[in-house]
C-alpha cells in the first residue's frame, strides 16, 4: 500500500496520505456525509466540538469490532490560526478525526507551506485561486478541517475548488437554508495494515 493509493475499509472508499512502517493514515475519497461543526453557536475548539464527539462515537461504532481493532488512536496537536492567531485548544486523543490546515496544506496535497506561513500584506483571505494544490484538495463541495479560523466561532474549511478558507465558515449558523452552515465530512485515521 503506498501513498495515493485508493481502499476500501468498512463502509467507504478511502485515500492513502501516509504510511509508516506497519500502519497507514487514510482519509475518504471523497465528503461522505455533512454536519455542522458544533451543535450550538458559542466559541469552541477541535476538542469540544459535536463534531469530535460524534467521530470518534457514534461514527466509530459503525465499524465491525475487527475494523475497530485496527483504528489506531493518536494524539493531535491543534495549533492556533496562523493568520489570526484563534487558539486551537488542547491536543487530543483521536482514533477518527479531521485533518489540520498544517496538514492539508504542508503534507499531504502537496506542499503550499509558504501561503500559509508567509501571508502577503493586505491578503484578507486564503490562496488565490490559481495555488497549484487546489485540484488535489477537491471533493465534491466544501468541507470542513479541525483547526480555527479567524474567531472560535469559526472553523477552517476547504472550498469546493480545493481553495483553503483559512479565515473560517461559521460553526453552526449559515445564511441559507435553515440558517445552519453545514459542511462536508471527510474523516481520517490511521490504520494498522493486517
Same mark, same amino acid.
Given at each position: ?43 469552541? /475548539? ?25 483504528? &489506531?488512536?493518536? &494524539?493531535?496537536?491543534? /495549533? ?5 492567531? /484563534? ?108
Amino acid at each position: 500500500m503506498q501513498v495515493g493509493d485508493e481502499m476500501f475499509f468498512g463502509k467507504y472508499e478511502w485515500r492513502v496520505l501516509d504510511r509508516q512502517n506497519d500502519k497507514t493514515l487514510i482519509i475518504t475519497k471523497k465528503i461522505i456525509e455533512q454536519s455542522p461543526y458544533h451543535n450550538s453557536y458559542r466559541a469552541i /475548539t477541535w476538542a469540544d466540538c459535536s463534531l469530535r464527539e460524534y467521530l470518534n462515537g457514534e461514527f466509530y461504532d459503525k465499524f465491525s469490532p475487527a475494523d475497530r481493532s485496527r483504528i &489506531i488512536p493518536v &494524539i493531535n496537536k491543534n /495549533t492556533d490560526n496562523q493568520w489570526y492567531g /484563534t487558539n486551537g485548544g488542547e491536543d487530543t486523543q483521536d482514533s477518527i478525526f479531521l485533518l489540520s490546515i498544517e496538514e492539508v496544506a504542508c503534507k499531504y496535497f502537496g506542499d503550499s507551506s509558504a501561503n500559509l506561513y508567509y501571508q502577503k500584506e493586505n491578503k484578507r483571505y486564503w490562496f488565490e485561486r490559481k495555488d497549484e494544490n487546489n485540484s488535489k484538495r477537491r471533493a465534491g463541495g466544501w468541507w470542513w478541517l479541525r483547526s480555527p479560523g479567524r474567531n472560535g466561532v469559526k472553523a477552517v474549511y476547504i472550498h469546493g475548488d480545493g481553495n483553503i478558507g483559512i479565515q473560517g465558515n461559521n460553526i453552526l449558523k449559515g445564511n441559507i437554508g435553515d440558517g445552519r452552515c453545514i459542511g462536508g465530512v471527510r474523516p481520517a485515521l490511521w490504520l494498522r495494515l493486517e
